[in-house]
């Protein structure tokens, strides 16, 4: 059973900068896509960023494009999600998520393993 655990999220003020890990064990990690989804309180879980299997190709949320960077590392079984300039809007539990498909897909339905989530919290 695949398992990820997420964590590096906290409070930080805005424009300021944190960087997610999500540890992946269990199962092949250099095989899957990997996501980082979010959620905050009253919204619908949203695709933050993407990630292929290689690194080779990732997506992003229009919102986080030019802030966000994700990035993996597949010798540690780990993923990264680097977020700079950070928003108010930002503030959400941020979700990793693995998919047996190989893409750097964006819809939540294409992703067959979950973590626990980790609070970011933005002030302004």
């Known amino acids: 059973q695949v398992q990820l655990v997420e964590s590096g999220g906290g409070l930080v003020q805005a424009g300021g900068s944190l960087r997610l890990s999500c540890a992946a064990s269990?199962?092949?990690?250099?095989?899957?896509?990997m996501g980082w989804f979010r959620q905050a309180p009253g919204k619908e879980r949203e695709v933050v960023a993407a990630?292929?299997?290689?690194?080779?190709?990732?997506n992003y949320a229009d919102s986080v494009k030019g802030r966000f960077v994700i990035s993996r590392d597949n010798a540690k079984n780990t993923v990264y999600l680097q977020m700079n300039s950070l928003k108010s809007e930002d503030t959400a539990v941020y979700y990793c998520a693995a998919s047996r498909l190989r893409m750097a897909a964006v819809q939540s339905r294409l992703y067959d393993y979950w973590g626990q989530g980790t609070q970011v919290t933005v002030s302004s």
């Open positions: 269990g199962g092949p990690f250099s095989t899957y896509g």
């Open positions: 990630i292929t299997w290689s690194g080779g190709g990732t």
